[in-house]
Every structure is written in C-alpha cells, then in structure tokens.
C-alpha cells in the first residue's frame, strides 16, 4: 500500500543536541529545482520521483511549493523509514514535462561527539544495518580486510574509527569519475579510488562486515554565497550507530576532497583537525535528502527496479525504461539553485 502525505512533516528546528551541546553554525536559504523531461510528446507514461526532504533535528524544511505542468503530483513515503519522495506522472501527449520544486531549508552543524563511557545493547531493529546484500558486501574480500581493520578492537565505537581511518589512508578521491561516483564497493576497494558515493560505500560495507551498524546518507550541499548554482552538490557521507547514544556522522570522503583540494598528505596538520572534525560531525552546508542502501526500492514501484544507487537524484522512466540519473543528460535535465534568506 502506497503511504501518501500531501504535506511532508515540518518540525521546529532544534538548536541544542545531545546533551546539551550547543549548535552555533546554521545556514539558511531557498533550494530550486527546475526539471525538464525531454520524452517523445505523443508519450503517455512519464513518471517523475525526486528526492523530498524534510526537517530533524538538525535542519527545517519549510514553505514547499510545487508546480508544473504534470497530470498529477504526490508525496509519498517510501520503504526506506523517514525518506519521502515528489512524485509526478504525465498522462497526456506534451511538447515538453516541467516540475518546479522550492523550498526554503535551515541547517545547523550535526555534532555527535559526546560519547557515553559505555555501549549498550544494540537495539534489534538496528540489526538491519549489519546486513549485507548485492549492493553492499560484506562477505569475501570485503570482511577480511574488515577484520584485518579492526583486530583487537574491542567496541563499536572503537571499530569504527579504525574503519574510518582506514578508508581515508586507502583512498584517494578521482576527480575524472562522473557525479558522486558509481557507488560499486568491491571496484572501489580494488582500485582505492572514487568520489563520495564510492568511499562512502566502501566504509560502509566495511564498517558492517565488522560488526557496526552503518548506513549511507544521501545529502545536497547548500550554497556558500548569496546566490548560487547547486546542481552538482549532491554529496553522500555516513552514520554508524552507537548502542545506547544513536546514529553518529562520519564523512571520510570530505576529508580525501580537502586534502585534494589543499594539496594536503596524511601527515599535515591540517589534514589531522579533518579527520578529527569528521568523525562525529559534518558541517552546516548540506541537508539530508534520504537515507538507505544502493537497490533502492522507490513508492510507487518504479518498474525498472531496484535502484542501482541510493535516492539522491531526480530519477525518471519514459514508456517503463528509465533515464539517466546524472544533470544535463539528454532526456532528464535539470537545475538546483540556492539563494540565501536571513
């Protein structure tokens, strides 16, 4: 059964976390997106999902507006627990498919790093987040060096730092790769090479394969000036969960795009304050669009399915066969822009 909400759910915005910690960093602005889909104008079945997000602790989605020249629109929820999705369809013969999608968004710094002496017992429902599956392996190559990680750590927590490092003294990010990256692990781990959704991935994988519960997050980064196009900032980072605390970030592939960018080695200083800023939080330039694994299952049911990726992009199927995933291909083009508000 389809779960369909008109309105997605729009908290207040937090501005203590955990223990009292004070998020002084926030970042405010109104996101568009303008899609066109260039499908055949006698086309009859046109479908059009894109990523809906909306507010926790740490960022407020507010003042959503929706237009275009679609047969019907709907916000759905989806398999994946707290991810939504805009989906629109074209049922009528068009010269052309527009979608406009605006939103103002409010995000504040996630900073989880006040960790509890001890852990818990892991709750069974996250249990979920250990398992393997064709889009995330945990078995073969990937658990061996996942033990070979973290032999002799004994603690969740533990292990994942040990796996955090690890990914980042063994990758490095391939600025020739297309968007975010394909997300494939065991290509990744072989090459040791990617962007954010591959390094992303491996940790992941590799973090589960160890016994800690992990999952991927799939974000859009918003604007640092006034004004600014923000089609290419869809970025992938991670959480893995601590028993008795919660879900912690980690975003190893932010620190390998920093020490590119600054032409930075492992052993500069500088590279030592990002690895230890980004384990446990992520700064305030980004909203969380959804949340879950590679294969995703969409609602409604794509017909080409799963996935092969996490629900970042806007994703569409022209008569059943589906389009492009990455900006300014042929038939699915659009446009995310940010402007700033006070």
């Known amino acids: 059964m389809f779960k369909k909400i008109i309105f997605g759910m729009l908290a207040l915005p937090f501005i203590f976390g955990v223990s009292g910690i004070s998020y002084a960093k926030e970042r405010k602005g109104e996101v568009t997106f303008e899609i066109t889909i260039q499908a055949p104008e006698d086309s009859k079945d046109v479908r059009l999902w894109v990523p809906y997000p909306v507010s926790d602790k740490e960022q407020t989605i507010e003042d959503v507006k929706i237009d275009g020249n679609f047969s019907y629109s709907g916000i759905y929820g989806q398999k994946q627990e707290g991810d939504m999705a805009l989906y629109a369809e074209w049922t009528q013969p068009a010269k052309e498919r527009t979608l406009k999608l605006s939103f103002k968004a409010s995000a ?122 923000i089609t290419g900032g869809h970025h992938c980072w991670a959480e893995f969960y601590l028993p008795g605390y919660g879900w912690v970030p980690v975003d190893p592939a932010d620190v390998r795009k920093a020490m590119l960018v600054e032409k930075l080695e492992l052993n500069n200083p500088k590279t030592k304050k990002y690895r230890n800023y980004y384990f446990g939080a992520v700064d305030e330039y980004r909203i969380v669009l959804t949340r879950g694994d590679k294969g995703y299952y969409l609602t409604p049911l794509q017909k080409e399915a799963p996935l092969p990726y996490g629900f970042m992009y806007p994703y569409a199927e022209i008569d059943g066969k589906p389009v492009d995933w990455l900006a300014g291909q ?12 006070n």
């Open 330 to 341: 042929k038939e699915l083009k659009y446009k995310v822009t940010f402007k700033e508000v």
């Open 108 to 229: 504040i710094e996630r900073v989880k790093k006040d960790f509890p002496p001890k852990e818990t017992v892991m709750p069974v429902e996250i249990k979920e987040y250990l398992k393997g599956s064709q889009f995330v392996p945990t078995d073969g190559k990937i658990k061996e060096t996942a033990m070979k990680i973290t032999k002799g750590k004994k603690g969740i927590k533990d292990k994942a730092k040990a796996v955090y490092d690890w990914v980042i003294e063994n990758t490095f990010r391939d600025e020739n790769i297309k968007g975010c990256g394909t997300g494939d692990v065991e290509r990744t781990l072989a090459e040791k090479s990617g962007k954010c959704a591959d390094i992303s991935g491996v940790y992941v994988a590799l973090a589960r394969a160890a016994g800690v519960p992990a999952r991927e997050v799939w974000s859009l980064r918003l604007g640092k000036k006034p004004e600014e196009d």
